[in-house]
Every structure is written in structure tokens, then in C-alpha cells.
């Protein structure tokens, strides 16, 4: 019979070997650089060019930026936006805290060009604080902040319905930025639930599949996501009023996320990845929020998911740490069988 004294001892060793081999669920620190100051109390915004055009939704209303310093130009003044999205014909989509979302033209610069019309109204729930599209199955979604619902509709903004609520299992708690993964799942980010819930895009509504993908970490309100498709890397702004001004980051499982980014400003609200050039884009945020936007650069990937490979010098230590804790745990198995 194997002494529990040997186990013990070779649980020390392995303990040695993980510590030597570095902890994961680390991200490193990225750094923030200012993207563009001309539109007051921005709440997201899609980059068509890197360094260049953008479209900026903000509290004040919904812009055409042709460079970041550049004079913005207003396409809509008459709401207050939050997230914005692009339907497959380069059309824009931007949702308002007046429980509407709203239809542009593909490519429009100007007021005048940009064809405003109601492309669906979210009904009972408040304001819209996320919208995405499901290319893949023709669905748009919209999320209702105050009414703890989520709302799915074609992509003509046809046939809306009901698709998850505060009822269902998971028991939404002011839903906002909504991302749709290339795995087939819609991500949610529960604002006041403090997590990342998600669903299948095709479940048959009301959907009661939704599973909770990440929760924890330190986050104090899960506003935006953005989630890349090539690496299905996400990340989280942590923002809103109860926001800590930092962006959180989780591997494709989910699980706890860990802070990616510390912007120092309260409020930031959506973000935008643009994973072509790796760059995410944040907005300042309304309230006590920043009135600037801001980059981040992607390139490097999270640690947590680059596996760290030992030294040699390391690898020796490993070696040495299995060997003491084998021929300690080897001493006390004979001395256990040896008679009294």
C-alpha cells in the first residue's frame, strides 16, 4: 500500500512544477492611446479604415467621422444612441435609449445621404443598448436595458419576438451589448448581472438555453463585447455607471475573465474590435464617462492563452523538485515498511 505521506509528497513536487511553469488567467497590461476627441460622450463606434473614417454613435447623436481629428459630421441629432452594427449590405444599424433602431444607408456621409428610417421599434423594454447580426441565419438582435430582454427580428426588421428574458433560466439583469460569435452563439453582456451570458442564435423563441460564458474576475458591469473571430478571444468593457474604466478579457471556453486594460475613466460603454488590423476601439462613455475614444492594440495575444514554455534552467529545477519529492516520498514508503 502506498504511504499518503509519499502522495503528499509528490503533490509538493507538482506544486513546484506549476509554480515554475508560471499561473494562468493572466492577461497582460495593455495600454490605451487616445483614438478621437470630437464627439462628445461617445457610447461606440465602428472604424471603416484604421486611423481613418468611423462612424461614432454618442449621447448627443450619430456621426460620420471622415479622421479621427477631423470635423465630425452629424447624420442624426434627433436621440441618443448606444450600439451600433452593420447589416451584410453595409447598411448601419444604430440602437437608442428611446427603444428604437434606426437604418442608414451603406456608405452615407451626410444627413442628406444617409436615408433615416425606423428599422424596428424594441416595444416593452426600455432602451436599446446593444444590437448585432447573425449573417449566418438572417437575424438581427436587440437588447431592451430596462426591460431585461432580448429581441430578435430578420434582417428587413420583420417579425420581431420575444427571445430571452429576466424569466428564463438565466434570469437577464439589464442586458447591453450583444455580440454574435462565429460559433453560432449570441453573447449578452447581463450588464447588472456582472457576466456574459450566452444562447444558440437559432434557439426557438423564448429561448431557455441560455448558459452563463463568464462571470467574476472583478467586473462591476458588463457593457460591450466585442469577440474576435479568427482567435473567438473576448473582450469586455467594464462600464456604465458602476463602471471601473477597465476592459476585461476571456479565452473561447469562458469562464472568469481577467483585466486586459485600464483606461482610468469611468462609463465606457460598447467596443468595437477591428480584427483585421488587431486593434480594439473604446468609447469614453456618457455621465462622469470619457469624451474621448480610444485604441488598444490587440497583437499580442492574452498569456492566458499562449502556453509558457520552461528554460532550461527551469526545466533543471523541475527536474530537481520531482526528485526530491520522489525520494522523500520513496524514504517514507520504507520506513513505513520496516518493523517496529
Not at 444617409?114 to 447580426?133: D, I, N, R
Not at 468609447?283 to 492563452?305: C, K, M, W
Amino acid at each position: 500500500m502506498i504511504s499518503k505521506f509519499w502522495c503528499n509528497s509528490m503533490a509538493a513536487g507538482l506544486l513546484s512544477l506549476v509554480a515554475l511553469c508560471g499561473s494562468a488567467g493572466v492577461a497582460s497590461a495593455q495600454t490605451a492611446s487616445p483614438y478621437s476627441s470630437v464627439v462628445g460622450q461617445p457610447t461606440d463606434l465602428i472604424v471603416l479604415a484604421p486611423g481613418g473614417a468611423a462612424y461614432v454613435a454618442s449621447n448627443t447623436g450619430l456621426y460620420y467621422l471622415p479622421t479621427p481629428a477631423g470635423a465630425p459630421v452629424l447624420i442624426s441629432g434627433a436621440r441618443q444612441y448606444r450600439e451600433l452594427a452593420m447589416l451584410p449590405d453595409g447598411s448601419l444599424l444604430g440602437g437608442s435609449t428611446n427603444g428604437g433602431v434606426y437604418r442608414y444607408n451603406a456608405g452615407c456621409t451626410t444627413l442628406a445621404g444617409c436615408g433615416e428610417t425606423l428599422f424596428v421599434a424594441l416595444g416593452t423594454g426600455g432602451g436599446v443598448y446593444g444590437v448585432a447580426v447573425d449573417p449566418v441565419n438572417s437575424y438581427v438582435f436587440i437588447s431592451g436595458y430596462d426591460g431585461d430582454i432580448v429581441r430578435r427580428t430578420d434582417l428587413t426588421g420583420a417579425g420581431i419576438t420575444t427571445f430571452a428574458t429576466a424569466a428564463a433560466a438565466v434570469n437577464l439583469n439589464g442586458p447591453s451589448g450583444l455580440e454574435v460569435g462565429t460559433d453560432g452563439f449570441l453573447y449578452v453582456g447581463d450588464s447588472d448581472n456582472l457576466r456574459i451570458v450566452r444562447y444558440p442564435t437559432n434557439c426557438v423563441a423564448p429561448c431557455a438555453s441560455g448558459t452563463v460564458f463568464a462571470s467574476g474576475g472583478g467586473m462591476t458591469s458588463t457593457r460591450g463585447l466585442a469577440r474576435s473571430p479568427t482567435s473567438n478571444i473576448m473582450f469586455i468593457s467594464d462600464g456604465g455607471a458602476l463602471g471601473s474604466g477597465k476592459v476585461y478579457t476571456v479565452g473561447p471556453a469562458g469562464g472568469t475573465p481577467v483585466q486586459y486594460s485600464a483606461l482610468a475613466v469611468n462609463g465606457i460603454e460598447s467596443i468595437y474590435l477591428d480584427d483585421a488590423t488587431t486593434t480594439l476601439y473604446v468609447s469614453g462613455g456618457v455621465g462622469s464617462g470619457s469624451p474621448n475614444t480610444y485604441e488598444i492594440s490587440v497583437a499580442a495575444a492574452p498569456s492566458f492563452l499562449v502556453p509558457t514554455v520552461p528554460t532550461l534552467t527551469e526545466w533543471a529545477m523541475i527536474l530537481l523538485a520531482l526528485l526530491l519529492a520522489g525520494g522523500g516520498g520513496l524514504m517514507l514508503w520504507r520506513r513505513q515498511g520496516e518493523p517496529a
